[in-house]
C-alpha cells in the first residue's frame, strides 16, 4: 500500500492517541501509588514487570546475538539520564497537577534543540531560536517566579525534561550503530540495580492489589510502545509527533476525575505557549532544507520511560 492511502493516516492517527492515553493512564497510576509508596519503591516493582516480558522480547529476535554495546561510555550515560528522568518525572508526577508536570516535561524538546548544537553540530537558525525563547518564556509562565512557590516537584519535572533532552542527544548520536535492544536494554537493568540498591531503605509492604498497580505500570509502558511503533510504521514522524501533547488533555481529564486537580489558568497559558514552540520546532525540523539531524523527531516520545523506535521499523525515507 501506499503512503498517500488515507488508512494509512487513520491507522497511525488512532494507535498514536491510544499510546499517548496509556502512557498518561500509566501516570495516573504512577500519582496514586505515590501516596502511599516512596518513588523509588514504585519505579523498581515496575520496572521489573516490565523487563521480563520486555526482555524475552527482545530475546526471541533472530538477529539479537548479544547486548554488548559498540558505545558503553554513551550507553552507560543514557542509562544514568534516563534513571535521573524517570526519576524526576514519578516525583513530579506524584507532587503536582499531572497537567502542571507535564507542561514543564514538554520543554523537552526547546532543551534538545539547545544541545543539538554543541553535541550533534545542528545548525539553528533564527526561527528555531525564536521558538526555543518563546518556549521558555512558558516555562516561567507556568512557575510564575515571585508569585508562586516553586517547589521540589517543580524542580523534579525540569530535572526530568534535562534527563530525557540528553538522553535523546545520546540516542541521536550513537543510534545508527547500537541496536535498539541495547539501547533499551540497559537502561532496563540500570534501573532494577540501582533501585534495588536503594529498595530495603524505602520499603513498605505492598497490598495485593497495589502489587497489581505497579504490574500495570510496568506492562502499560510496554502496550504505548507496542502502538508507538504501529503509529511510526504507518506514518512519517513529522505527523506523529504532535500527538504526544494530546497527553496534556488526559492529564487533565485524569487529574479531575481521581485527584481533584485543579491546575489554574497561568499552567493552560505556559503549556500553550511550550507545546505551540514545541509543534512549530517539530515543523522545522520535518523540512529537509532546515535539519540534517532531526534530533526531536528522532525520539517517539517526550517521555523518559520509553525507547528509541526499533530500526527494523523506520520508513525508508526517514533514515539518512
Known amino acids: 500500500m501506499s503512503q498517500s492511502n488515507p488508512n494509512f493516516s487513520y491507522v497511525s492517527m488512532g494507535a498514536a492517541l491510544l499510546a499517548f492515553g496509556l502512557f498518561s493512564g500509566h501516570d495516573a497510576v504512577v500519582k496514586s501509588l505515590g501516596m502511599s509508596y516512596s518513588i523509588f519503591q514504585i519505579i523498581f516493582f ?17 538477529k539479537m546475538d548479544n547486548f554488548r554495546p559498540h558505545h558503553p561510555w554513551q550507553v552507560g550515560l543514557r542509562t544514568i539520564t534516563s534513571l535521573v528522568s524517570m526519576a524526576g518525572a514519578f516525583y513530579a508526577f506524584t507532587k503536582l ?10 520543554a523537552t524538546p526547546l532543551l534538545v534543540t539547545v544541545l543539538s548544537i554543541p553535541f550533534l ?38 530535572l526530568a525534561a ?29 534501573n532494577l540495580i540501582v533501585m534495588g540498591c536503594v529498595l530495603p531503605f ?45 497527553q496534556i488533555l488526559w492529564a487533565v481529564f485524569y487529574g479531575v476525575l481521581f485527584f481533584d486537580d485543579t491546575a489554574d489558568i497561568w499552567v493552560f ?20 532544507d532546515v535539519s540534517s539531524k ?13 525507547g528509541p523506535r526499533p530500526k527494523r521499523l523506520r520508513r525508508p525515507k526517514e533514515i539518512e
Open 46 to 62: 515496575s520496572g521489573l514487570f516490565a523487563f521480563i516480558p520486555m526482555t524475552l522480547m527482545m530475546t526471541m529476535d533472530s
Open 97 to 106: 497537577p499531572l497537567a502542571e508536570a507535564y507542561a514543564l516535561i514538554f
Open 121 to 158: 553540530g545542528e545548525v539553528v537558525r533564527l526561527q528555531r531560536w525564536i521558538a526555543v525563547v518563546v518556549g521558555l518564556i512558558g516555562v516561567l509562565v507556568v512557575l510564575r517566579p515571585g508569585y508562586s512557590e516553586f517547589t521540589l516537584g517543580h524542580a523534579a519535572a525540569l
Open 162 to 190: 534535562c534527563g530525557g533532552a540528553i538522553s535523546s542527544i545520546i540516542v541521536r548520536r550513537i543510534g545508527k550503530e547500537e541496536r535498539s535492544a541495547v539501547l533499551l536494554f540497559y537502561p532496563a537493568l540500570g
Open 202 to 246: 524505602v520499603y513498605v509492604p505492598v497490598e495485593i492489589g497495589d502489587l497489581g498497580l505497579m504490574a500495570s505500570v510496568g506492562f502499560l509502558v510496554i502496550i504505548a510502545q507496542l502502538f508507538i511503533i504501529v503509529a511510526y510504521r504507518n506514518a512519517p514522524a513529522v505527523f506523529v509527533a504532535p500527538f504526544q501533547y494530546s
Open 269 to 288: 497559558a505556559g503549556a500553550a505557549i511550550i507545546i505551540s514552540s514545541g509543534l512549530f520546532v517539530v515543523w522545522r525540523e520535518s523540512r529537509q
Open 294 to 306: 532531526t534530533p526531536v523527531l528522532s525520539q517517539p516520545n517526550l517521555r523518559p520511560d520509553t
